[in-house]
């Protein structure tokens, strides 16, 4: 009898993901104040997240700002509500999505009034804001896919800083294996055709087996396209 398949072992439904929450240095969320100015205090690094953070002093207190690519130390950042239309807004300042200019890059947008920065936020990011309206804002996300936001969400003008950090090789499968394991990401992931028969559909000599699988297939036989009206290139 043959053992089950690594499909089979995780189980239906099993849970494949768990956000190391712990192992996050703070929570980023932007200041609830509408208007401020604070200085650059220092650059700190999380490991769990790709880009670095920055300690901003607002009204004697600090906050923890993602950092925008080209901001030091004893830079100034603005939080303002209105920006004037002759000046371009510098970079790092947050700005509701209706007072940055078409063109400009932004990063950190919220996705709806007051709920905090959650999109954009990979080291090297950055959207660009292609028109603005009476009540909506279109933005050009990473993926080159354009969103609708609503006028009033917050983001911050610039490039997520980090950009870089995937420039340097790992070298040894040491470091790779830490690096995914911060970020809870499967490792080492190993080809399908590369195994054996018995751990995989595609495993072995079966080269030619169909992908198509049935929508109500248990969990060991629903490998590859699933419920798939069409495969294969479009001709």
């Known amino acids: 009898m043959g053992t089950p398949i690594i499909p089979q072992r995780r189980g239906k439904g099993s849970l494949t993901y768990r956000a190391r929450s712990h192992s996050f240095l703070?929570?980023?969320?932007?200041?609830?104040f509408k208007e401020g100015l604070g200085i650059v205090e220092d650059i700190v690094t999380d490991r769990s997240r790709g880009a670095p953070l920055l300690i901003v002093k607002f009204n004697n207190k600090s906050h923890y700002v993602l950092a925008c690519e080209g901001i030091s130390t004893k830079d100034s950042i603005f939080i303002k509500e209105k920006q004037d239309k002759k000046q371009k807004p510098a970079i790092g300042t947050i700005l509701p999505?209706?007072?940055?200019?078409?063109?400009m890059p932004?990063?950190?947008i919220e996705s709806q009034p007051n709920g905090n920065g959650k999109l954009i936020r990979g080291c090297g990011t950055f959207g660009l804001v292609?028109?603005?309206?009476e009540n909506k804002v279109v933005v050009k996300m990473p993926s080159k896919k354009q969103k609708v936001f609503n006028p009033d969400c917050r983001a911050t003008v610039g490039v997520v800083a980090g950009g870089k950090i995937?420039?340097?090789?790992?070298?040894?499968?040491?470091?790779?294996?830490?690096k995914m394991k911060v970020k809870s990401k499967k490792y080492p992931r190993i080809s399908p055709t590369n195994m054996n028969a018995r751990d995989h559909k595609y495993g072995g000599q079966n080269f030619g087996k169909q992908k198509t699988v049935s929508r109500h297939a248990p969990p060991g036989r629903k490998i590859g396209s699933i419920a798939a009206k069409r495969s294969g290139k479009k001709r």
């Open 106 to 108: 932004v990063f950190n």
């Open 166 to 178: 995937t420039s340097k090789p790992f070298l040894k499968a040491g470091n790779k294996f830490h």
């Open 97 to 103: 999505l209706s007072q940055i200019p078409e063109g």
């Open 130 to 133: 292609v028109s603005r309206g």
């Open 26 to 32: 703070t929570k980023l969320t932007y200041p609830s």
